[in-house]
Structures are given as C-alpha cells and as structure tokens.
C-alpha cells in the first residue's frame, strides 16, 4: 500500500463511514482524525412523500430512481405511516426500479424487492445518467427522483434533457451530529494550524460550512478560507484504483498546493 501521506495529519468530516476513511488513510500512511460533521434526519413536513405514495398507489408513475438506501427506507416508512407497508412494497414493485449504487439496493432486498437497473460504480450522478441512457430511455416516461439531504440539480436536469418528466422526492436532510466534541475539536485544530491535509465528502463541503459559522464566526471563515484550503483531499477510494497496471497513490501539487488521493 502506497504511503504517500506519511505521516501527516488528516481531518476526515466523513460521517457514515467514518471507521472506514480513517482506516483508508492509516494505509495511505496519514494520522486520522476523525470529525463526522453531520447525521441524517427525517423531514417534519414529509407532504412530498406523501403525495408520492399516494400517486404511487393509484399507479401514476413509471420509474423510481433511488439515490441512498437511507432515503429508500425513509421513503417507505413515510408512506407507511398512511397506506398499509405491504401494499407500498407492492406498488414500488410495479414500478420500474433504478438504484445509485449497493445502499438502496440492500434497503430494497430488506422488503423483497430487486432493481431492474444498478448504477455501478463509482455511482455519481454522470454513472446514472449514462447507464440509463444505455439500458432505460426515459424518454417520456414518469420518473420520480428519491432524494439525499440536498436536491441534485444535474441529475435532474439531466433527464428532464432526455424527456423524462420528472419529479423529485426528498425525505430526509442533514443536521450537525449530537455529539459536537470531536467536530469542534477538529475545527479548533484547523484554524490553529496543527493539521495537514483535510477530507471532506461532497454533502460536507456543500452543507456544513454554513451550519457551522453561527456556532463558530469567524474562525470558521478562518477555517474555510486558509487553514482547511492549504490541502484537500478529492476523494479516498475503497480501493486503489489502477491505470496501465499502476496503483494510484496521494499525490501533492505545488502550484495549487493540493493533496489528492485519487
């Protein structure tokens, strides 16, 4: 295993899996720090859901795109709280089922359904749109959009470009987590200048940086502008991803002083 990061000291605002990333950058030879930045809540207001478990039933759509096996379950649960559980199952089952990845496929297999199209991986959005574009036009078909803690506006213009008339589904956002200890902790670390590289997953860089400023000001404009700036992690693969037989490793940019593990 490459150990290009060598000791340095690397905040991860990773949240699900936080055990997972600090044991990817212990491989890469890095010191993790291990800050989740977030927690997963249900909506209060679930209306949308709602609306669509009730267009669901009377058979109005063609296609579901599941984007998380979080939001698949929580998706359920809502309409589970109006309609009997096993006839949602059974009308999700009439659909066409298209999941982002394993996630949404595990929640599905937990109510015995199976999807007829997976996104492999590295599952982004750009995954879905060209795996549809190659198994599933959606050219004119009814496609509803389960959403993840913010609204992806590429995936759904993307098939509302290829004639899908789309509607999305949110049933869940993102809060700070109930234990702040070690964000803050992470935070003060930042601006006080004591770590190297820092990695933040995509909801993180979109979401908490403007969660975080009423709790801590301006050292948080430190943080977002200098500290956590000098280096950044793109992203940390499950595994090491190979070109021409070659295994990838971290790699450091002087002119844009910039720390990629990719």
């Not at 490459?2 to 600090?22: H, K, Y």
């Not at 709602?50 to 929580?74: K, P, Y």
């Not at 199976?114 to 959005?125: H, K, Q, S, Y």
């Not at 004639?163 to 930042?190: C, F, H, K, N, Q």
């Amino acid at each position: 295993m490459p150990q290009a990061l060598n000791g340095l000291r690397v905040v991860s605002f990773e949240s699900r899996r936080s055990a997972e990333m600090a044991e990817l950058i212990r491989n890469y030879g890095g010191e993790p720090i291990q800050a989740p930045s977030m927690r997963e809540v249900p909506l209060t207001d679930q209306r949308e859901a709602l609306g669509f478990g009730e267009t669901l039933l009377a058979g109005d759509w063609d296609v579901l795109i599941l984007l998380t096996g979080v939001g698949t379950r929580m998706l359920i649960a809502a309409c589970a709280t109006r309609w009997p559980k096993d006839e949602v199952v059974k009308a999700l089952g009439r659909l066409t089922l298209v999941c982002r990845g394993p996630k949404p496929i595990a929640a599905l297999k937990e109510v015995g359904l199976a999807p007829a199209l997976a996104v492999p991986e590295p599952n982004t959005w750009r995954d879905l749109l060209s795996e549809l574009d190659r198994k599933l036009p959606v050219a004119g078909k009814r496609v509803a959009v389960q959403e993840y803690g913010a609204r992806n506006e590429e995936v759904l213009a993307g098939l509302r470009q290829r004639g899908a008339r789309v509607t999305a589904v949110p049933v869940y956002g993102w809060a700070l987590p109930e234990d702040m200890r070690p964000l803050s902790a992470a935070i003060d670390r930042l601006a006080a200048g004591e770590v190297e590289v820092r990695c933040s997953p995509a909801p993180t860089r979109r979401t908490t940086c403007s969660t975080w400023r009423p709790r801590w000001g301006a050292q948080t404009r430190f943080v977002t502008r200098s500290a956590a700036e000098r280096w950044s992690c793109r992203s940390v693969p499950s595994r090491p991803r190979r070109s021409r037989g070659t295994a990838s490793s971290p790699t450091y940019t002087p002119s844009t002083r910039r720390w990629d593990i990719c």
